[in-house]
């Protein structure tokens, strides 16, 4: 979806003490970093001490909730969402692992005049780094969209790539159940498709890379974080080529112009300047969540695992 201005990251410096670390991170408008965590002493102590959060939705949530209805009108969770942050934009969920979360659009630099957000955080980014779902102080933050995405009830004005944010937590909460894809062999087979809620529908999607790659702005690099319009076939195919190309495992699964995709972002392995990207791509007509049979393949993924399997059962005789 083409959009004729992309805003360009703000800039923030701020510390938090918590326990026994002390947790800085800058967001440079000139580099255009993506969201990070840039540990000054022992995250390792601190973060694991940090308990995961489980969300409740309170019990009058169905009372009261004023929106502006679409074609499609809002599903009954966005409207208890709603209410509690108008942030709310989708759900997002993979089973066999703790993501079952709300996704908050990240306002972006907060104006002077947004009493919502608060006054007192004129010109902040990344509002929700370290805020939960109610805007208060948390140290794992939310799972948050880039606010440049576009996620409404239509479908042709819809970010060609959703770019999601979460902290790599030690517990495994937020997006640190993300570091088990490349940790943990066979972890990819059981948790390969993601569920997205949005405020109108629910779409589903296949994981189909997963890879680390630079969290910092460079000419000519793959600076994901500030590529959500990926409006020709060139630039979406130059995405996932850069996808496939740092993944470490080829699944195989056919992408193509035209398919929906999510990015998911979290830390890697501590490195302020790294990050760890999950990208899938939306299921087709024909496709069905959790039947990986049904999945499309390529002709040379799938031509590879056929002479695989001739090798080894020709080995074998």
């Given at each position: 979806m083409k959009k004729s201005v992309k805003i360009t990251t703000a800039c923030l410096s701020a510390a938090a003490a918590i326990g026994l670390g002390v947790y800085v991170f800058s967001l440079n408008k000139d580099e255009k970093t993506a969201p990070t965590v840039n540990i000054a002493e022992d995250e390792?102590?601190?973060?694991?001490?940090?308990?995961?959060?489980?969300?409740?939705?309170p019990s009058d949530w169905s009372e009261n909730i004023e929106y502006v209805p679409s074609a499609q009108g809002i599903t009954?969770?966005?409207?208890?969402?709603?209410?509690?942050n108008l942030d709310y934009?989708?759900?997002?969920?993979?089973?066999?692992?703790?993501?079952n979360y709300p996704i908050l659009l990240d306002?972006?630099?907060?104006?002077?005049?947004?009493?919502?957000?608060?006054?007192?955080?004129?010109?902040?980014?990344y509002y929700y780094l370290y805020?939960?779902?109610?805007?208060?102080?948390?140290?794992?933050?939310?799972?948050?969209?880039?606010?440049?995405?576009?996620l409404n009830s239509n479908d042709d004005e819809q970010s060609e790539n959703l770019v999601i944010h979460g902290h790599d937590m030690n517990d495994e909460s937020m997006f640190g159940i993300l570091r088990r894809y490349r940790n943990e062999p066979g972890f990819y087979e059981k948790c390969s498709f993601i569920e997205l809620e949005s405020k109108y529908e629910q779409r589903d999607y296949v994981i189909f890379a997963y890879l680390p790659t630079k969290g910092v702005y460079e000419d000519g690099g793959f600076n994901y974080w500030d590529m959500e319009e990926l409006d020709t076939k060139e630039q979406f195919d130059?995405?996932?080529?850069?996808c496939r190309d740092g993944a470490y495992l080829d699944t195989g699964i056919d992408v193509q112009y035209g398919d929906r995709l999510i990015t998911m972002s979290t830390c890697f392995n501590n490195q302020s300047d790294m990050r760890f990207i999950v990208v899938a791509r939306s299921l087709r007509e024909g496709e069905s969540i959790g039947d990986v049979s049904s999945i499309a393949h390529t002709k040379e993924w799938l031509d590879a695992q056929k002479a695989a399997a001739e090798e080894a059962a020709a080995s074998t005789t």
């Open positions: 390792t102590t601190t973060a694991a001490t940090e308990p995961a959060t489980e969300f409740v939705l009954a969770k966005a409207k208890a969402m709603s209410k509690v934009i989708a759900w997002m969920k993979i089973d066999g692992t703790p993501i306002p972006g630099e907060i104006g002077k005049n947004d009493e919502y957000h608060g006054t007192e955080n004129e010109g902040a980014v805020r939960n779902l109610k805007k208060d102080y948390e140290f794992a933050g939310s799972i948050f969209m880039d606010y440049r995405n576009v130059a995405y996932v080529k850069t």
